[in-house]
C-alpha cells in the first residue's frame, strides 16, 4: 500500500431515525450568514440523547473498534491493525448571550408580567436538546502518512511534525450566534475545527515478529459524529413598577432546529502490508 492520501469513498447507509424528536418551526433563521452545507451519511449509527442533567461530558482518547466508515477504503491485501478517537466531548449547558441593538431600550408596556412596564435587557440562546444520532458515521478525509515502522521493531517516530484539522459542517443556513452556541456546545474551536498534531517525541510500533505482513503504517485522519440539535432562544426583561425595579424576566422567542451536523474529530490508525 502506497503512503500517500487515500481516496475519499463515502459509505452510505440507512439512517437512524430518532423518534418523539420534537418539531420546531424554523420559519425566523433567515441570515445573512452563507450556508454551509454537508452531504451526511449514516454507517455503525446509534442515538445517543444528552439530558439537561449531564452539564458536559468530557474529552476522550480511547481505542475503538473499526467503523464501517474506515474499513470500506482499505484494500483486501492490508488488514487494519489499530483505531482510536480523540473526542472533543460536549457541554450541554452551553449558552450564547449578547445585547441586541434592534431591542435595546425597548419599553414594553403591553406584555409585562411583574409590573407595569419592563425593558428589554439581553437575548440569549441556548441548548435544549442535543442528540448525538450517528456515531462515526464518515467520511474519513484529511488522512496523513505519520510513519511506517518495520516488522520486529518495537518504536518509530515521525521525521517531522503532522498535523491533522477537520472542520464542522452544517447542512443549512444559521445566524453567526447559532454557529458559535453549536461549536462551543460541541466543544470545537472558535472556528469550529478539532486538531491534533503528532510530534517525533510520540512513538509507534511494527507488526510482531510472527505477523504475515512486515510493514505497519501509522495515519491521521478525521471521522464525525453526526448531531441534531435543538436551540431555544431566549428574551430577557427588566420588570419596573414605576421606576422601582422589581426583577429579570425571560420569555421563549422561538425554537431553532439545527439537524444533520457533522462533529470532527481526530482519529489515528495503523495498517499493516507486505511491501
Known amino acids: 500500500m502506497k503512503k500517500s492520501i487515500y481516496p475519499l469513498i463515502v459509505l452510505i447507509a440507512a439512517a437512524a431515525l430518532l423518534l418523539g424528536t420534537k418539531v420546531f418551526s424554523t420559519a425566523d433563521k433567515t441570515t445573512n450568514l452563507d450556508s454551509i452545507n454537508a452531504e451526511t451519511h449514516l454507517a455503525d449509527a446509534s442515538v445517543i440523547e444528552f439530558k439537561k442533567t449531564e452539564k458536559s461530558i468530557p474529552a476522550v482518547e480511547q481505542e475503538k473498534a473499526t467503523p464501517a466508515s474506515l474499513r470500506a477504503i482499505i484494500g483486501e491485501d492490508s488488514e487494519i491493525t489499530s483505531y482510536k478517537e480523540y473526542d472533543t466531548g460536549v457541554t450541554q449547558n452551553a449558552i450564547v448571550s449578547f445585547v441586541d441593538p434592534l431591542h435595546l431600550g425597548n419599553d414594553d408596556t403591553s406584555t409585562s408580567r411583574a409590573g407595569d412596564h419592563r425593558v428589554y435587557k439581553k437575548t440569549v440562546y441556548a441548548i435544549d436538546k442535543l442528540t448525538a444520532v450517528g456515531i462515526s458515521v464518515g467520511p474519513i478525509d484529511n488522512q496523513k502518512f505519520i510513519v511506517s515502522v518495520a516488522n520486529g521493531h518495537s518504536s518509530g517516530s515521525p521525521s517531522q511534525n503532522v498535523s491533522v484539522t477537520g472542520a464542522l459542517f452544517i447542512k443549512g443556513t444559521y445566524n453567526s450566534h447559532v454557529i458559535e452556541l453549536v461549536k462551543t456546545a460541541l466543544n470545537l474551536s472558535e472556528s469550529g475545527t478539532a486538531s491534533k498534531t503528532y510530534t517525533a517525541s510520540d512513538t509507534w510500533t511494527g507488526p510482531p515478529e510472527e505477523s504475515a505482513y512486515n510493514s505497519r503504517d501509522h495515519y491521521g485522519g478525521m471521522n464525525y459524529d453526526q448531531y441534531d440539535i435543538t436551540i431555544v432562544k431566549y428574551y430577557y426583561y427588566d420588570e419596573y413598577i414605576g421606576t422601582t425595579f422589581v426583577g429579570t424576566t425571560k420569555e421563549i422567542a422561538e425554537?431553532?432546529?439545527?439537524?444533520?451536523?457533522?462533529?470532527?474529530?481526530?482519529?489515528?490508525?495503523?495498517?499493516?502490508?507486505?511491501?
Do not use: C, Q, R
Request: glycine share 0%.
Open 255 to 275: 425554537y431553532i432546529d439545527v439537524n444533520e451536523v457533522l462533529k470532527p474529530k481526530n482519529i489515528t490508525f495503523s495498517i499493516d502490508h507486505k511491501v
